[in-house]
T-cell receptor, first 116, second 110 residues
Framework: DTGVSQNPRHKITKRGQNVTFRCDPISEHNRLYWYRQTLGQGPEFLTYFQNEAQLEKSRLLSDRFSAERPKGSFSTLEIQRTEQGDSAMYLC??????????????FGPGTRLTVL | RKEVEQDPGPFNVPEGATVAFNCTYSNSASQSFFWYRQDCRKEPKLLMSVYSSGNEDGRFTAQLNRASQYISLLIRDSKLSDSATYLCVVLTGTASKLTFGTGTRLQVTL
C-alpha cells in the first residue's frame, strides 16, 4: 500500500497524559500537513512541513502541541497534558510540490483521539 | 464569518434524484477549489477539482463563480453509494493549505 498511513488508528487516554501520533506520507511527497477534525466539522489546518522544515502553524496549535518531521519523511504530532477538548480525529495529508505547483493532498485514515 | 460556508443538510433524496450543493467562500485570494467526499469515520477523498469553466465527471458536475465566490456540485441520478458528506474545500496561500467547509451530508434512499 503506497498511500498515507497513520498510527495508531485509535488512542484513548486520560486527561493530563501525553500522546504521540505518527504519519508516514506517500514516499516521494515533500509536503506533509496535519489537520484536526471534530464531530460535525470539516478538517481544520494545524501545521505543515516542506521536507523537514515546519513552515506554518495555525493558532489552533497551542503550546501543548508539537510536530516534527526530522528527516523529511515521516512526521510525529505530540500533544502534552491532553485535555478533553483535544478529542478529535487527527488527519495527516501529503502532497508533491514542484516548481511552485502543488499537487493534490492525499489524506491518511486518521488517528481518532479520545481524552477521558 | 467562516471562510467556507455550506448548508450542513442532511439532504435526504430518493435514488435517481438530482441534488445540488452550494458553498460560498470569503477569501477572494483563494486559488483552487475542490469537492471532497467523506464517508462516516473515514478520511476525506478528493471527488473533483472545480474550475470556472465548469467541469463534469460522469454524474457529477462542479461549477465555480469567482465573482460571487460561489461553488456548486450537482449530482445526477443519485445512487445509494453516493451517501456521504460532501466537503467544499478552497486552497489558499503559498502553503497550499486547504480550508474546509463543515460538509453537507447526503443520504440517498430506496
Amino acid at each position: 500500500d503506497t498511500g498515507v498511513s497513520q498510527n495508531p488508528r485509535h488512542k484513548i487516554t486520560k486527561r493530563g497524559q501525553n500522546v504521540t501520533f505518527r504519519c508516514d506520507p506517500i514516499s516521494e511527497h515533500n509536503r506533509l500537513y496535519w489537520y484536526r477534525q471534530t464531530l460535525g466539522q470539516g478538517p481544520e489546518f494545524l501545521t505543515y512541513f516542506q521536507n523537514e522544515a515546519q513552515l506554518e502553524k495555525s493558532r489552533l496549535l497551542s503550546d501543548r502541541f508539537s510536530a516534527e518531521r526530522p528527516k523529511g519523511s515521516f512526521s510525529t504530532l505530540e500533544i502534552q497534558r491532553t485535555e478533553q477538548g483535544d478529542s478529535a480525529m487527527y488527519l495527516c495529508a501529503s502532497s508533491l510540490t514542484q516548481q511552485g505547483f502543488t499537487d493534490t493532498q492525499y489524506f491518511g485514515p486518521g488517528t481518532r483521539l479520545t481524552v477521558l | 464569518r467562516k471562510e467556507v460556508e455550506q448548508d450542513p443538510g442532511p439532504f435526504n433524496v430518493p435514488e435517481g434524484a438530482t441534488v445540488a450543493f452550494n458553498c460560498t467562500y470569503s477569501n477572494s485570494a483563494s486559488q483552487s477549489f475542490f469537492w471532497y467526499r467523506q464517508d462516516c469515520r473515514k478520511e476525506p477523498k478528493l471527488l473533483m477539482s472545480v474550475y470556472s469553466s465548469g467541469n463534469e465527471d460522469g454524474r457529477f458536475t462542479a461549477q465555480l463563480n469567482r465573482a460571487s465566490q460561489y461553488i456548486s456540485l450537482l449530482i445526477r441520478d443519485s445512487k445509494l453509494s453516493d451517501s456521504a458528506t460532501y466537503l467544499c474545500v478552497v486552497l489558499t496561500g503559498t502553503a497550499s493549505k486547504l480550508t474546509f467547509g463543515t460538509g453537507t451530508r447526503l443520504q440517498v434512499t430506496l
